[in-house]
Protein backbone atom coordinates (compact mmCIF):
# COMPACT_ATOMS: atom_id res chain seq x y z
CA UNK A 1 0.00 0.00 0.00
CA UNK A 2 0.93 3.65 -0.71
CA UNK A 3 -0.07 6.45 0.81
CA UNK A 4 -0.25 9.93 -0.40
CA UNK A 5 -0.83 13.23 1.03
CA UNK A 6 -0.87 16.65 -0.96
CA UNK A 7 -0.41 19.99 0.24
CA UNK A 8 0.13 23.41 -1.03
CA UNK A 9 -3.27 24.56 -2.88
CA UNK A 10 -4.74 27.53 -1.98
CA UNK A 11 -6.20 30.94 -3.75
CA UNK A 12 -3.80 32.72 -6.03
CA UNK A 13 -4.54 35.71 -8.55
CA UNK A 14 -4.37 35.14 -12.11
CA UNK A 15 -0.82 35.10 -13.36
CA UNK A 16 0.86 34.12 -10.01
CA UNK A 17 2.55 30.46 -9.14
CA UNK A 18 1.62 27.98 -6.49
CA UNK A 19 3.71 24.50 -5.68
CA UNK A 20 1.64 21.33 -5.21
CA UNK A 21 3.71 19.23 -3.02
CA UNK A 22 3.06 14.97 -2.74
CA UNK A 23 4.73 13.60 0.51
CA UNK A 24 4.70 9.34 -0.29
CA UNK A 25 4.47 6.31 2.45
CA UNK A 26 4.49 2.65 2.43
CA UNK A 27 5.27 0.19 -0.04
CA UNK A 28 6.77 2.85 -2.97
CA UNK A 29 9.49 0.37 -4.08
CA UNK A 30 7.11 -0.77 -6.62
CA UNK A 31 5.48 2.56 -8.01
CA UNK A 32 6.43 2.92 -12.05
CA UNK A 33 4.96 6.18 -12.42
CA UNK A 34 4.63 9.29 -10.50
CA UNK A 35 1.75 11.92 -11.83
CA UNK A 36 -0.25 14.71 -11.25
CA UNK A 37 -4.18 15.03 -12.11
CA UNK A 38 -6.83 17.54 -11.93
CA UNK A 39 -10.73 17.72 -11.86
CA UNK A 40 -12.22 21.22 -12.58
CA UNK A 41 -16.08 21.76 -11.59
CA UNK A 42 -18.11 20.03 -13.68
CA UNK A 43 -15.52 17.96 -15.66
CA UNK A 44 -14.07 14.57 -15.53
CA UNK A 45 -10.49 14.28 -13.99
CA UNK A 46 -7.87 14.53 -16.46
CA UNK A 47 -4.22 14.03 -15.96
CA UNK A 48 -1.72 17.22 -15.97
CA UNK A 49 1.36 15.59 -15.92
CA UNK A 50 3.87 12.69 -14.86
CA UNK A 51 6.78 11.76 -13.87
CA UNK A 52 8.46 8.00 -14.53
CA UNK A 53 10.99 5.93 -12.44
CA UNK A 54 13.76 6.32 -15.38
CA UNK A 55 12.69 10.14 -15.53
CA UNK A 56 10.58 10.58 -18.19
CA UNK A 57 8.15 13.19 -18.29
CA UNK A 58 4.69 14.16 -19.60
CA UNK A 59 2.96 17.08 -19.83
CA UNK A 60 -0.51 17.84 -21.49
CA UNK A 61 -1.03 20.35 -23.98
CA UNK A 62 -2.26 23.26 -21.34
CA UNK A 63 0.52 22.77 -18.42
CA UNK A 64 3.26 22.87 -20.89
CA UNK A 65 5.44 25.69 -20.53
CA UNK A 66 3.71 26.96 -17.09
CA UNK A 67 4.20 23.84 -15.28
CA UNK A 68 6.85 21.17 -13.93
CA UNK A 69 7.06 18.21 -12.43
CA UNK A 70 9.43 16.65 -10.56
CA UNK A 71 10.73 13.97 -7.81
CA UNK A 72 12.93 14.35 -4.84
CA UNK A 73 13.63 9.95 -4.18
CA UNK A 74 15.23 11.14 -0.82
CA UNK A 75 12.29 12.64 0.68
CA UNK A 76 9.98 10.93 -1.13
CA UNK A 77 7.66 13.63 -2.42
CA UNK A 78 6.48 14.60 -6.07
CA UNK A 79 6.29 17.89 -6.32
CA UNK A 80 4.30 20.26 -9.20
CA UNK A 81 5.19 23.88 -10.14
CA UNK A 82 2.15 25.81 -11.73
CA UNK A 83 3.26 29.01 -13.07
CA UNK A 84 1.35 32.14 -15.42
CA UNK A 85 -1.82 30.31 -13.35
CA UNK A 86 -5.00 30.83 -15.55
CA UNK A 87 -8.79 30.96 -13.69
CA UNK A 88 -9.52 27.28 -16.25
CA UNK A 89 -6.51 26.12 -14.32
CA UNK A 90 -8.96 25.89 -10.81
CA UNK A 91 -9.62 22.47 -9.56
CA UNK A 92 -8.90 19.86 -7.40
CA UNK A 93 -5.22 18.60 -8.22
CA UNK A 94 -4.44 15.63 -7.06
CA UNK A 95 -1.24 13.31 -6.62
CA UNK A 96 -1.39 9.70 -8.06
CA UNK A 97 0.92 6.83 -8.08
CA UNK A 98 0.86 4.06 -10.12
CA UNK A 99 2.04 0.43 -10.24
CA UNK A 100 2.14 -0.91 -13.78
CA UNK A 101 2.07 -4.83 -15.33
CA UNK A 102 -0.37 -7.19 -16.14
CA UNK A 103 -2.53 -5.08 -13.94
CA UNK A 104 -2.30 -0.87 -12.56
CA UNK A 105 -2.90 -0.31 -9.38
CA UNK A 106 -3.52 2.81 -9.00
CA UNK A 107 -2.93 5.40 -5.58
CA UNK A 108 -4.25 8.64 -4.93
CA UNK A 109 -4.01 11.54 -2.40
CA UNK A 110 -7.24 13.29 -1.15
CA UNK A 111 -6.84 16.39 -3.86
CA UNK A 112 -5.89 19.81 -2.96
CA UNK A 113 -7.86 22.77 -3.92
CA UNK A 114 -6.23 25.24 -6.38
CA UNK A 115 -8.23 28.39 -6.79
CA UNK A 116 -7.38 30.99 -9.54
CA UNK A 117 -8.98 34.43 -9.57
CA UNK A 118 -9.35 36.73 -12.76
Known amino acids: QVQLVESGGGLVRAGGSLRLSCAAS????????WGWYRRAPGKQREVVAQ???????YYVEFAKGRFTISRDNARNTVTLEMNNLKPEDTAVYYC????????????WGQGTQVTVSS
Open 51 to 57: IETNGKL
Open 26 to 33: GDTGDIDV
Open 96 to 107: NAAELGPYITDY
